[in-house]
């Protein structure tokens, strides 16, 4: 399918700050790493991608709003579009020199996710949606997987950060979904493990503690692959609880309903 003129502007500002993060990967050693809280690290090369990204979005179309992960929110005089963008999505991983990470870049439209470009420097792998067009990946149609039950489900997850998440929380849906599925797996970059489940490399994915740039793009690839994509309630404000649970149609009532199991008396 063909690109919409908005989503080339958003593939050119994701390629660009892709060819910056591999630059900076391969001399990860000499960047200036600052820490803005606990186990949560920001490094030079997360501000030059997202300056990057930042001015071609905004010289592409400059009435636009702009909600970046390491910049001042920019409202925008449009009203109507806003860019949420993740430079570096996976900077822990980046900073260990695996290459797991991704630049992930979404257009807004009256609230509602229209585009989404996730682009991981390190395998080449470009992923992109519209509305309504489908997913792609690296120009072929993407779908989410069609494994019918959890019990042959690999699942993705995130660790909350220190301070942005209860560990004792997540360690009882993770003992839970451990005892109901065949994997589980946490990679640590929430844009592409979303990536993962719209490209059907992950039958599902949940994680708490996440900002509106981390999911953005994700939550209308994996939209746009076939798949659902809820709170860990199952409703639809995943920005406001920072909480997302993701898979097929066929886990969907399970895989929510074992994240939400309360904790076992003993
Ligand atoms: C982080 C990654 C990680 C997730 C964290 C995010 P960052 O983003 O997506 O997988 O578990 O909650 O903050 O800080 O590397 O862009
Ligand atoms: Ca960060
Ligand atoms: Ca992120
Ligand atoms: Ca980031």
């Not at 690296?138 to 069609?146: K, P, Q």
Request: aromatic share 6%; charged share 25%; net charge negative.
């Amino acid at each position: 399918m063909a690109r919409s003129a908005l989503l080339n502007v958003m593939v050119q500002a994701a390629l660009k700050a892709g060819k910056s993060l591999s630059r900076d990967f391969g001399e990860v050693q000499n960047l200036q790493v600052s820490v803005k809280g606990p186990s949560d690290f920001v490094s030079q090369a997360d501000l030059k991608a997202e300056k990057l990204v930042r001015d071609e979005l905004l010289k592409a179309r400059p009435t636009y709003g702009f909600l970046g992960e390491e910049s001042e929110e920019i409202k925008g005089t449009d009203g109507a579009h806003r860019w949420i963008v993740d430079p570096l999505d996976g900077t822990t991983n980046f900073l260990h020199g695996i290459p797991q990470f991704a630049v992930s870049i979404a257009l807004e439209r009256n609230g509602e996710i229209v585009a989404g470009v996730i682009f991981n420097p390190a395998t080449d792998e470009l992923y992109t949606s519209e509305k309504g067009g489908g997913a792609f990946l690296n120009d072929r149609r993407i779908r989410v997987a069609a494994r019918k039950v959890l019990s042959d489900s690999v699942v993705g997850c995130g660790i909350p950060h220190l301070g942005r998440g209860s560990h004792g929380k997540f360690l009882v849906e993770l003992r839970h979904v451990m005892g109901e599925v065949a994997g589980v797996r946490r990679m640590g970059a929430a844009a592409l493990d979303l990536a993962y489940v719209a490209a059907g490399r992950l039958d599902g994915f949940w994680e708490a503690g996440l900002s509106p740039w981390d999911m953005a793009a994700g939550l209308l690839m994996i939209r746009e692959a076939g798949g659902f994509v809820s709170d860990m309630h199952g409703g639809t404000e995943m920005f406001d609880t920072g909480t997302v649970v993701a898979g097929n149609e066929y886990i969907r009532k399970e895989l929510i309903e074992v994240i939400a199991r309360p904790v076992p008396k003993n």
